[in-house]
């Protein structure tokens, strides 16, 4: 069974400052998403990583996955006021005779960056 | 713009009263979601459509049914709803454009519908 822990579950931190989120998962696995939930709202695409040494870049969030690892990390750079939100990773499990794939979340990282 | 749209937004209903929330795309994605989200939880997916195929998660409850009666629609029924049922519903696409059954390209999630059961 597939198993997605982040950590984590809680983050304040301050404005400016730099910081990153852990998601590590159980079994193989090469795509590996993350998303942004603000309070009340669905999910927001940030990032599709779908193979090994992935890394992508969007304004001051950046993701990279280390499949041999099982590892994905979410670098927050000079945090900002904007940021402050729950952020989940979520794998994708290979089932149904190993095609069509479904998405495990991790519990999530709530993100509140403090002035 | 494509999206997806989810209706109602809020909902609410009675105990046991049966409730039916609905999601269209006008992205023309072939794999449609149900998730249920609760408070301060990661979304839990409780069933999907590929085309037409219905794949049901082991553990949703059997009160729980979806219906597709196309590409661009899909339906949630729950049809006695308890209490811990309230949640948010997301539904969620994506396109299988290799044909291969890989999903390689993100979900992208409505803006949910809140149900709340008195």
């Known amino acids: 069974e597939l198993k997605v822990e982040q950590n984590p579950l809680f983050l304040s931190m301050q404005e400016g400052k730099n910081y990153t989120i852990y998601c590590n998962y159980s079994?193989?696995?090469?795509?590996l998403y993350w998303y942004r939930q603000d309070p009340g709202k669905s999910l927001e695409s940030l990032f599709v990583?779908?193979?090994?040494?992935a890394v992508k870049q969007e304004g001051r969030l950046m993701a990279s996955l280390d499949t041999k690892a099982r590892l994905s990390t979410l670098h927050i750079t000079a945090a900002v006021h904007d940021l402050s939100a729950t952020y989940f990773c979520a794998v994708e499990s290979r089932n149904y005779g190993g095609s069509q794939g479904n998405l495990i979340f991790g519990k999530g990282t709530k993100l509140s960056v403090k002035p | 713009d494509a999206m997806v749209i989810q209706n109602p937004r809020y909902q609410v209903t009675q105990f046991g009263k049966p409730v039916t929330l609905s999601c269209s795309q006008t992205?023309?994605?072939?794999?449609m979601y149900w998730y249920q989200q609760k408070s301060s939880q990661a979304p839990k997916l409780l069933f999907h459509?590929?085309?037409?195929?219905?794949?049901n998660e082991a553990d949703t409850p059997d009160n729980f049914q979806s219906r597709r009666p196309n590409t661009s629609f899909c339906f949630l029924d729950i049809r006695s709803p308890g209490l811990g049922d309230a949640a948010m519903y997301l539904c969620?696409?994506?396109?299988?454009?290799?044909?291969?059954?890989?999903?390689?390209?993100?979900?992208?999630f409505g803006p949910g519908t809140r149900l709340l059961v008195l």
């Open positions: 459509y590929y085309d037409k195929d219905f794949n």
């Open positions: 992205l023309n994605h072939n794999v």
């Open positions: 990583l779908l193979s090994n040494g």
């Open positions: 079994t193989t696995s090469d795509r």
């Open positions: 969620a696409t994506s396109r299988d454009h290799l044909g291969h059954g890989y999903v390689v390209e993100t979900q992208y």
